[in-house]
């Protein structure tokens, strides 16, 4: 058995899928022609109107004044292209591009009872992605053919002798010479051909004569030329006005994804990594891999990681084009130890934790790391791990008193001495007469490194109203309020 | 005016939620501090609801009180969120095994905070969300409008988060718990134990609300 999948009008539903807005407007392809432009396909409202392919441009405007006049789009059409194989592909591995928005599939390898529902999952996928398509049914590549180009819309038809009969002899594409030669002898549909006999038809036409009897009979059967399915996980997109604003983009992306996505399940793979370019209006480009937590296969998390990145991106210029790569690997499985502290929902981790750098700024949110040095206040921010392994045994906190908060900044004071020891402190909002002052602990470093020394001088302080405070003196700048025990 | 049958089926619902406040909403067990001033008193903070530590005085050992937090998570490997409206936590006061569990937001002010928490508050990974709130200016505390707060109580209840809110002065209207902590610790605080002086923390209960937060509050 043979099933096609086809999509009416290509060209232009490939438009509509990134313009939904075009949907209810009358709308046509434009191709140059030996006298300007003319129009190659247009929608049932632009031929409600009376424009048909082959009209000059201007005739259309006159015909529709409202008419949308698009060119080909050939990046769209790759992508919708890509689309209806990857679909294909979800229900079998014999998948022959046939046309543009036309795919073959050979059912050899599906039982036949799955037929019919794998295709009608295929066809409601399909229109999910931007793609309303029909599917045809039959024993040889062209009566699925013939069936899914007459099949309406999102339904699958079986397609046989009968269902060819009442066909116009247009289905079965004779030549310019042939269909004159055939309406002469009022031959109007495929039912009235195949009633000839086969032998008259090829001694009185010749062998094209003979060729159009067999396609009118559905006969014809061939080798499918199969497909390999997608080996790099990419999407290009390059758009024809720049892209100032995200929602548009998130648009374009989520399309891409979708077919990605369908691309990455057929292959049993799982993405490890996005690769994400735009390209800018000032010849610039904007380049960013984003490291997923975890393997993943899903649309829906693909595209959060993306809006959540896309949302703290701001670019010099507009967007003029997107690409998009997948990095591929294989879908990890592991059990989870039964003590380790894993994450129960690693994406959705790391989509909040976009969202709240995007928030606070980069470099403001995750795991601090305490530098390895003595110098006050040297750390840094890195990504949360994974999994947390269990405590040694015996843990405790550290002997070591009150923790700190910092000022940060410190804030500047004012520190009157008695003996060389602070005995009273005044800066914002903290102010007093020290009752105890313990110290001076003195710290220095780096100073075998221009630029990079410092030497600070500390005292933990007591005051009188109550609070203990740790100040500093640096010796150029003089007395801060580092923070505060608590 | 409420039927006969549904102000019954409300007088029912009100009892079982006083007499039972944890079954009537399916509340996870409160978790456990380590701190006896406060376990003793209420069982813990509880799950999923904002508890209040107000920190009234200087050197009162709010700081204290958050590093057990961070030991008791870290103990039961579990994921503590820390938003830190003034940027005052120091990670250097800390052992890195205390940290490693830690995300630290760094906000900039009370209102960026307060939509960091929002988003916190929605992760199923986090077990404790500690909203630190005393350094932020008085007067953006004052501008947070109430909502806010019962808007993070509502983005709570389906979690079995446990949420700590640290403020200078009592803030939280939704808060189920509220503690005060009033007195501030003497120089020779500098020289003890730190497991020593977090047993000793003794914050004071100002308000326990039991039942339905969104009815009392």
């Not at chain 1, 976009?354 to 606070?360: D, G, H, N, S």
């Not at chain 1, 000022?407 to 009157?416: D, E, F, S, W």
């Not at chain 2, 978790?31 to 509880?46: A, R």
């Not at chain 2, 700590?164 to 007195?183: G, Q, Y």
Request: hydrophobic share 45%.
């Amino acid at each position: 058995m043979f099933a096609v999948l086809c999509v009416p009008a290509f060209a232009l539903q490939a438009i509509l899928r990134v313009e939904p807005a075009l949907a209810g407007k009358p709308l046509a392809l434009l191709v140059p022609g030996r006298r300007g432009q003319v129009i190659e396909e247009c929608n049932e409202l632009a031929i409600a109107e009376g424009v048909s392919p082959g009209y000059s441009a201007p005739r259309a405007q006159a015909r529709c004044p409202g008419i949308i006049l698009r060119p080909r789009q050939p990046d769209l059409e790759s992508d919708a292209r890509d689309t209806l194989l990857a679909a294909a592909f979800g229900i079998t591995a014999y998948v022959e591009s046939t046309a543009p928005g036309i795919c073959t599939l050979g059912l050899e390898q599906l039982a036949a009872a799955r037929h019919l529902p794998a295709l009608q999952h295929t066809l409601a996928q399909l229109a999910g992605l931007g793609l309303p398509a029909s599917a045809g049914l039959a024993t040889t590549p062209l009566l699925a053919l013939y069936a899914a180009r007459h099949a309406p819309p999102g339904q699958v038809l079986p397609g046989d002798r009968a269902f060819l009969a009442p066909l116009p002899v247009a289905a079965a594409e004779p030549s310019p010479e042939l269909a004159p030669v055939l309406a002469s002898w009022g031959i109007h549909t495929l039912g009235q051909l195949t009633a000839l006999a086969k032998a008259d038809v090829a001694q009185r036409l010749g062998r094209e004569g003979l060729a159009l009897w067999e396609r009118a009979a559905g006969e014809t059967t061939r080798p499918l030329d199969v497909t390999c399915p997608a080996q790099e996980f990419t999407a290009r997109f390059d758009c024809e006005h720049e892209l100032e604003t995200l929602e548009p983009l998130l648009f374009i992306l989520r399309r891409s994804v979708d077919r990605l996505a369908l691309e990455l399940a057929n292959a049993h793979q799982a993405a490890l990594a996005i690769d994400l370019a735009l390209d800018l209006a000032d010849d610039a480009q904007y380049r960013q891999s984003l490291r997923l937590p975890e393997p993943v296969t899903s649309a829906d998390i693909l595209f959060r990681a993306l809006q959540a990145h896309l949302e703290t991106v701001r670019t010099t210029a507009g967007i003029t084009g997107v690409r998009l790569r997948l990095e591929a690997g294989r879908i990890t499985v592991r059990q989870q130890g039964l003590f380790d502290g894993g994450l129960r929902d690693p994406h959705g981790f790391a989509d909040t934790l976009a969202r709240v750098t995007a928030l606070v700024g980069a470099g403001r949110a995750g795991r601090p790391v305490p530098a390895d040095t003595h110098q006050p206040d040297v750390f840094s921010l890195v990504a949360p791990p994974p999994t947390l392994q269990p405590l040694s045994a015996g843990f405790s906190l550290p002997p070591c008193g009150l923790p700190l908060r910092r000022h940060r900044p410190p804030t500047p004071a004012r520190v009157a001495l008695a003996e060389a020891r602070p005995a009273y402190v005044s800066a914002a909002g903290v102010e007093g007469n020290v009752t105890t002052a313990i110290g001076p602990w003195l710290g220095s470093g780096h100073w075998w490194e221009a630029g990079r020394c410092w030497h600070q001088e500390e005292w933990d302080v007591e005051l009188a109203g109550g609070g203990l405070y740790r100040l500093a003196h640096l010796p150029r700048q003089g007395w801060f309020v580092e923070g505060e025990y608590d | 005016m409420l039927s006969g049958p549904t102000s019954s089926l409300s007088a029912l619902r009100q009892l079982l939620a006083t007499r039972f406040p944890t079954a009537a909403h399916g509340r996870a067990a409160p978790l456990v501090t380590g701190l006896p001033g406060i376990d003793e008193l209420t069982g813990g903070l509880p799950r999923p609801a904002l508890t209040e530590m107000v920190c009234a005085a200087p050197s009162c050992g709010s700081q204290l009180f958050l590093g057990q937090l961070l030991a008791v998570t870290r103990a039961e490997a579990w994921r503590l969120a820390l938003v830190d409206a003034g940027d005052a936590f120091a990670p250097d006061s800390w052992p890195p095994a205390h940290l490693e569990h830690l995300v630290w937001i760094r906000a900039r002010d009370a209102a960026e905070a307060m939509a960091a928490a929002d988003l916190l508050a929605r992760d199923a990974n986090f077990a404790l969300l500690a909203l630190d709130l005393r350094h932020a200016p008085r007067a953006q505390l004052r501008r947070i409008p109430s909502t806010s707060w019962y808007r993070l109580q509502r983005a709570l209840e389906p979690t079995t988060l446990a949420t700590v809110v640290l403020t200078p002065f009592p803030l939280v209207p939704s808060a189920h718990l509220r503690f005060e902590l009033n007195s501030s610790h003497a120089s020779d605080a500098l020289e003890q134990a730190r497991p020593t002086l977090a047993v000793r923390l003794c914050p004071a209960l100002l308000r326990q609300r039991h039942g339905d937060l969104a009815a009392t509050g």
